[in-house]
């Protein structure tokens, strides 16, 4: 196993509930995730972080979930390293923070919350079917969009700084 330290850790994030096509492409970047060897982190609940999770699972590789409760029973089922936290959704700056890239998929308030803390501190977001953002009226592009899971996990671990 490739030292830790030397191993890109990519943040998924996305809402606890989510379609079932924004499953298939979550589940499809855990997968790819796992396949290049990055640590897959997310906020360990369902939706979009049980689907990327289940990917990266399949696929043999780490999975971290950030939990914002006291439980590590909260955690979904392929989560191998659970982080309680119970600190609630302040936990999203400990998601963001802990990933040299994210891959935002789909998602609400939470998801635009991580979003925003990343952009504020230079990590890099990739897009997949998620938030755009403006301001005054006109287009922000710092979401770096992806058209398919696999272009959305190459641009993730290009874009990782060391």
């Given at each position: 196993?490739?030292?830790?330290?030397?191993?890109?850790?990519?943040?998924?994030?996305?809402?606890?509930?989510?379609?079932?096509?924004?499953e298939?492409?979550?589940?499809?970047?855990?997968?790819?995730?796992?396949?290049?060897?990055?640590?897959?982190?997310?906020?360990?609940?369902?939706g979009?972080?049980?689907?990327?999770?289940?990917?990266?699972?399949?696929?043999?590789?780490?999975?971290?979930?950030?939990?914002?409760?006291d439980s590590?029973?909260?955690a979904?089922?392929?989560?191998?390293?659970?982080?309680?936290?119970?600190?609630?959704?302040?936990?999203?700056?400990i998601?963001?923070?802990s990933?040299?890239?994210?891959?935002?998929?789909?998602?609400?308030?939470?998801?635009?919350?991580e979003?925003?803390?990343?952009?504020?501190?230079g990590?890099?977001?990739?897009?997949?079917?998620?938030?755009?953002?403006?301001?005054?009226?006109?287009?922000?592009?710092?979401?770096?969009?992806?058209?398919?899971?696999?272009?959305?996990?190459?641009?993730?671990?290009?874009?990782?700084g060391?």
């Amino acid at each position: 196993m490739e030292m830790i330290n030397k191993q890109k850790f990519i943040a998924v994030i996305g809402g606890n509930q989510c379609s079932p096509e924004g499953e298939c492409v979550a589940e499809e970047v855990g997968r790819e995730l796992a396949k290049r060897g990055a640590i897959l982190v997310c906020g360990g609940l369902g939706g979009v972080m049980e689907a990327a999770c289940k990917g990266a699972y399949s696929a043999g590789g780490m999975t971290i979930g950030i939990l914002p409760g006291d439980s590590r029973q909260a955690a979904n089922p392929y989560v191998q390293i659970p982080i309680v936290t119970d600190i609630g959704y302040a936990r999203n700056v400990i998601v963001v923070k802990s990933a040299q890239a994210i891959i935002a998929i789909d998602g609400s308030y939470g998801t635009l919350t991580e979003i925003s803390y990343a952009l504020q501190n230079g990590v890099p977001v990739i897009g997949l079917n998620t938030w755009a953002l403006a301001q005054n009226g006109q287009p922000d592009n710092s979401i770096i969009l992806a058209k398919s899971p696999a272009e959305a996990v190459d641009k993730a671990l290009d874009l990782a700084g060391d």
